[in-house]
């Protein structure tokens, strides 16, 4: 198969089954709910060292955010309730709350939840007001900004993690120009996160070593300057090879952005440096997801 | 609205109880057994065959129709469907309620909506006092629900209140939020004296100042309160008869106390008290 001059690989991307949660921050301005934004999902990239793989959603209206003032929704994945129970309250602490003028509140609503302001709420120090508004728990926890306000707790939901594809391109040059495009148009497709910085991951990697201490290490066949050394999967054109990785809600929505992020990088075509497209998997073993790209492209 | 209309046939003389008259119990019954029910009057039994005359159609919704302050204990531990009050009413109306709805289209005696744990009750017209205050004897009054008079209410309003809101558009009597656990009273015109008498916990927000307040409130200085923000906008949420809350700013002078009690209440004056804002107009 072929778009535009550009190899689609007859592959498939493997994604394994997440917990995701997604969190509202409102701030005086929405230059104020990026400073808190950009601030939790930093070092969020991946699960393997971060604990957590987290990005911003998309920016929210006033009339959007349960305080009225302008927001910024950001979706958290992890491999359990236990690591989201873990690791958000804790970034919230330290990115959100110490942002000035932010509120922190839950962007979904189901039955099973983590906590948020529940842990968060002992910083007031004894002076700290629960309010309960329609049904749902809110702490006022009283900062030198004003007041913190923390929902209580916010809704988890099953996930999936790893929906990936693999840019294969003359150079980082061409192949970058062509990710960026992608994941602009993917930042557009609702319940989906690229987690990684810019929403491209320079080094990709593959499960185990050769180390016993180490769980990933880099993926040799994919290294452009291994490719006379090892069991390459790159030919002698390809210079550079960039991995877009996708987290989301459901099937369907990593499915759309990783059909549109295709599409995106294809429309540069071989005349602009990309010359394939693949994905990564680890034989069928690793999850239960698999995403074929001829199918999804079909 | 179809549902069950009773029709009250006589002009009562004692308090009526019609604590039986719920949608959950109504809806498993026929109505002949329905017109047998047995209600407290006075001293006596009275047959509801005998005080209504009833339109029935199956469903959660119960509306009385000619209502006097006659009649108590309306909507007593529903849980849902919805009840409407044409006419005024008597006292504990929404009395421990569960859910649901209940209007009153007219004015509502005292100890409405008293230790209710959930629910919706709205007032177009006046209340008395206690208004979702405590049982006689119990520690705390309302847990949670929210209630709306558009009128004005009486004395000790939210008395012992332990959580939920309390939305008054006019004006409320004296000891507002008297010994209040926690949860959120908002009086959209003036308030009497000693509000927040002896509250422990709770938030009172005024949008005029009181004539007093107590020597046990410390003031905290005029803040922007970024919670009322969060409060008022899902206020405004519920439905366009709180488009009023879409106006007010939420800068107050903050008050905090009752410090002879912990001291972990506030009452809240809404500043510049926004004297410009009227009272909005009562809705269906």
Redesign the interface.
Known sequence: MKINGVTIDDTFAEAFPMKATRIIITAMSLKWAYMAANSIRGFASSVIACGIEGDIERELLPEET????PGISVMMFAMSKKDLDKHVPTRVGQSVMTTA?T?CYAGIHSEDTISLGKSLRYFGDG?Q???????RR?W?IPVMH??F?CEETTGIVPAIGGGNFLVLAKTSRHGLAACEKAVEAIKKVPGVITAFPGGVVGSGSKVGSKYKFLGASTNEAYCPTLKGQVKSELTEEIGSVLEIVIDGLTEKSINDAMRIGIKEICKFGTKKGIYRVSAGNYGGNLGPYHFHLRNLLK | MKGMIFTLSFKPRFALDLSPLIPERMQSMTQAEIKRIQLDYGKGKLAVEKAFKIKSAKNNNIEFRRSTDKLIRIGRNMSKGTIIIKGDVGDYVGQSMKGGTIIVNGNAGSLMGCAMSEGYIQVNGNVGDYLGGALAGEIEGMS?GFICIYGNAGNCIGDRMR???IVIEGSAGNYCGSRMH?G?IIVLDRAGEHVGFSMR?G?IVLAKRPRHIAATFRSCGN?????L??????IAN?GKQYDIFKKIDPEVHRYAGDLAYKG?G?ILILQPILESIKPGTKSA
């Open positions: 349960p305080d009225g003032r003028t509120a002076y007001i629960s309010k309960v508004i329609n049904r809110f006022r004003g007041e306000i | 949670d959580r939920g809101m926690a959120t916990r938030t803040l922007k309160m970024q919670f923000r969060l409060l008022f906008k899902q519920m972990k506030e």
